[in-house]
């Protein structure tokens, strides 16, 4: 508590003073007292709501196990995802020797790119980092998966998303950035990571420490843009995080501050007190629709962009999926596939998302382009939708020419009346998660 007292001090004498005043530096940190306790008795809850965000298990079923069931659930599921993974990568395609940059590089269009906060470009189809963290059926190569990076930023795709939890995702993108494996390419890209820490007490030095561990890692001086998730709205320790954020902004480690999963009203409490938010990351896809409910509205009003996630449901809204039977959860050796199976229930079923297929694919026909083209456009239209984020397995395959088509597309008014003909049969996920992010917290 003491050094919360001395950030308090610090802020009064204006040390640091610049885009953050006083005034803002001491209100949000002042928020930030008397949540301690909190911070330490979160952790444990902490644990058991990462293991809900990706696991398969009904959040009702969860919430009843102790702590020791959900690691041993855990670890039932991760061994037998392992065990079933029997998949070795075809990542030829990558060898280093034909990490070559291609010559025939296609060219997006300029409607395939955005910008975020005071000027940041970026590609509204972001390489989504998430599946080199492990268990997506795959063993990531650093060699391939950088390879991979080159391919992607050389097609024009030239914005990734990643996090400090994402496995080694930054330390590729230092490899990208420097060294050996170094692309030419990567000074024209944008390497989008997060800091997702513990609810804990946050002090200065917790906050520079992170940052510089992941610019050490990204082989980067400043980042391009911070995506600050935190778990728990009860602990307000994570106001003392936005006011070192901005500290950290001010001396030029970090460009643009986002958040990740934030639900509305803290989002906008947030913007109230002055914090600089350029973007939110949430689930956003023709299946979860709930940012419609609230989200996109206050981010119109107060100037964010949505980077979605989730748009494909982890590879099931693609012609993949079309007239197959429901998976057995544990056939799928994918933890995005595992993550989203559940959601397609709670929406409303497996026939019911054949039909949302069904209709999506009728659409793609009619426009000679992918059932995922078509999924993935119609987010992209979505009011305050900067970018989509689409996970690439980095070294083992990509569909990046496919998603090309994506700028080229217009969905009419006949096709949006379709897709919205099959959401009005299911059921809102805000019923089930709550607002954004509501899947990673405890509902009260
Ligand atoms: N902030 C958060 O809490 C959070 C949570 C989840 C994800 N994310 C971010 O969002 C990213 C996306 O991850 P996600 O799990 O939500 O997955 P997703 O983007 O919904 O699905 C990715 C999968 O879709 C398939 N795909 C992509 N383009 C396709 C096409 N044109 N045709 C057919 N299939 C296609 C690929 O499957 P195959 O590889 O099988 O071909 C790919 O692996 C992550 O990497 C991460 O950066 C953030």
Request: net charge neutral.
């Amino acid at each position: 508590m003491a050094s919360t007292y001395i950030l308090i001090l610090l802020a009064l004498l204006g040390v640091g003073n610049g885009y953050i005043s006083r005034t803002t530096s001491y209100r949000l940190r002042n928020q930030a007292l008397n949540t301690q306790e909190d911070a330490e008795n979160s952790n444990e809850e902490v644990d058991r709501l990462a293991w809900i965000a990706t696991s398969s298990i009904p959040p009702k079923t969860i919430s009843s196990y102790t702590k020791s069931k959900v690691i041993a659930t855990a670890s039932n599921v991760i061994a037998s995802t392992i065990t079933s993974l029997g998949i070795n990568g075809n990542s030829a395609a990558y060898g280093s020797d034909e990490a070559v940059i291609n010559k025939d590089k296609i060219k997006m269009p300029n409607s395939a790119y955005t910008t975020l906060g005071e000027g940041t470009k970026m590609c509204r189809i972001l390489n989504g980092m998430w599946q080199l963290s492990g268990y997506h059926g795959y063993e990531p190569n650093k060699e391939n998966a950088v390879a991979a990076m080159s391919k992607c930023a050389n097609e024009g795709y030239s914005t990734f998303d990643l996090a400090d939890i994402y496995g080694p995702a930054e330390d590729y993108v230092g490899s990208f950035c420097k060294g050996r494996l170094a692309s030419p390419l990567a000074k024209d890209c944008q390497f989008f990571t997060k800091w997702v820490p513990r609810p804990q007490e946050i002090t200065r030095r917790i906050v520079t420490e992170n940052i510089d561990k992941s610019l050490l890692r990204m082989n980067s001086e400043r980042l391009d843009l911070l995506q600050f998730h935190w778990w728990d709205y009860n602990n307000k320790y994570y106001y003392n995080a936005m006011a070192e954020l901005m500290h950290l902004q001010q001396d030029d480690k970090i460009l643009n501050i986002g958040l990740t999963n934030f639900d509305t009203d803290h989002m906008v409490d947030l913007i109230e007190q002055n914090v600089p938010i350029v973007s939110n990351q949430v689930a956003f896809s023709v299946l979860d629709t709930r940012p419609l409910q609230k989200m996109v509205i206050a981010s119109e009003e107060k100037g964010v962009k949505l980077l979605v996630y989730g748009s494909l449901l982890g590879g099931f809204l693609s012609s993949e999926w079309l007239g197959k039977p429901a998976p057995n959860m544990d056939s799928l050796t994918n933890v995005s596939l595992r993550k989203y199976l559940p959601w397609i229930y709670y929406w409303g079923g497996w026939t019911l998302f054949q039909e949302l297929l069904l209709v999506l694919n009728t659409i793609a026909q009619k426009h000679s382009v992918s059932l995922s083209n078509v999924a993935l456009k119609w987010v992209l239209d979505q009011p305050a939708v900067g970018g989509a984020i689409v996970g690439i397995r980095l070294g083992l395959k990509d569909h990046l020419s496919d998603n090309l088509n994506v700028f080229n597309l217009s969905l009419d008014s006949d096709d949006l009346a379709a897709i919205e003909a099959v959401q009005k049969k299911s059921k809102n996920l805000i019923n089930v998660f709550g607002d954004c992010g509501g899947e990673y917290r405890k509902r009260g």
